[in-house]
């Protein structure tokens, strides 16, 4: 599917002035968006590690997406890109090899994904062979693990969301409620069973084994309406999103959200919990918690609302203890990770004004901040199916891969950040 004449390169530039020069069929071609401004600007070397006529894309920004060997970059391919997913449709799943002309090597298909998220198709943790993501049956959905060479593959009968550091257990939620009360992060085709009831005792989040396959629920809607409520929490119907373990395990990370009684909005807390769903604690509870990251297994980085207000905030997990990071400098909500030695942050922009999304890192140790690209969106008809940056690290912390839109269709593409990862300062 690829080979170097069709890869795109941007090497040791600066911001200013650069415009993204695209060899096709032998001919060089400027894009620009109808403004007349570059579709692209970047001060990093990047290259698309992917092409068309089919779109191709990884979606969220805090699963595994590079192998141990930081060799071959797990993606999603889809012939479609302007409408919602429904049941019967299907994705292709395949890997990147960055080392041999970008090929792309198709492993497997599911019916079970959605834009902002895909099929939680990741890596799983201490393999160098296996990968895990959801599937669609006849009775709901599930998951697989699958040897990506071999194509060995055993069927689990939950679907996941999350996969513990020693790749031993998950967590998981129920993705047809989260498809109906937040669009683009669930799964269509099958309807939610508490469809009519704002915070079920029934449904929740569940602890699922790797090995067995066995699925638990540990913690239901009507558990953590249940812990602090206020009279909001009977106008909205509420779900969980947005689950993610610590490092070790001992610990994960979820959303607790509700709607608004009028008009559109949510509310949103933070929570984390132990992987049986015992000792919750809630870190954000002034209305706000959105993109995060653990930071190491007792910090979290979280965009959120505290007293001082909407900033990127450092929690220290089951403490009081909270600051601002960035501030001042990081002035907007994004897509954080922390770069594998801890050192640095990567995170993203929503398109500015100009379409234009803003990719960065950022050093809090002493506040360094590298812009690294400007990416042309242009406004889908609906923002369900927008694409997001999504940055994610390699292994080594070498190289970052985004999803981005700016040719006109979504394609992965391969920054190389060594050289400032790397440096002596």
Known sequence: MR?????????????????????????????????????????????????????????????????????????????????????????????????????????????????????????????DAEVIYNVRTEDGYASVIQNVFTGEKRTLPSPVYAVSGDGKQAVSLNFARVARTRPGYGYNGFPDRNEEVLHPGDDGIYRVDLTTGESKLIISLADIVAIAPDDTMEQGKHWFNHLLFNQDGSRFIFLHRWHKGQGPGRYTRGFTARPDGSDIFCFGEHGMVSHFIWRDPKHILAWSTEPDGNFFHLYEDQTEHVEAIGAGVLKVDGHCTYSPDAQWIITDTYPDRDRMQNLMLYRPKDGKLVNLGRFYQEQPSDNEWRCDLHPRWSRDGRYVCIDSKHSGRRQMYLLDV?????AAD
């Not at 060594?418 to 790397?422: E, P, Q």
Request: glycine share 10%; charged share 15%.
């Open 418 to 422: 060594s050289g400032i990862i790397l």
């Open 3 to 127: 080979n170097r004449e069709h890869a795109l390169r941007v090497a040791g530039m600066g911001m200013a002035g650069l415009a993204l020069l695209l060899t096709c069929g032998g001919a060089i071609a400027r894009e620009a968006p109808a403004a007349g401004k570059p579709r692209i600007a970047a001060a990093v070397p990047v290259r698309a590690i992917t092409s068309g006529p089919e779109a191709h894309w990884f979606a969220y920004y805090d699963k595994l997406q590079f192998d141990v060997a930081n060799r071959y970059v797990l993606g999603n391919q889809v012939t479609f890109e302007d409408r919602a997913p429904q049941a019967g449709d299907v994705i292709q799943l395949g890997m990147v090899d960055i080392e041999d002309n970008d090929t792309w090597i198709p492993f497997a298909e599911t019916s079970a994904w959605c834009w902002q998220q895909g099929c939680m198709l990741q890596w799983i943790p201490g393999s």
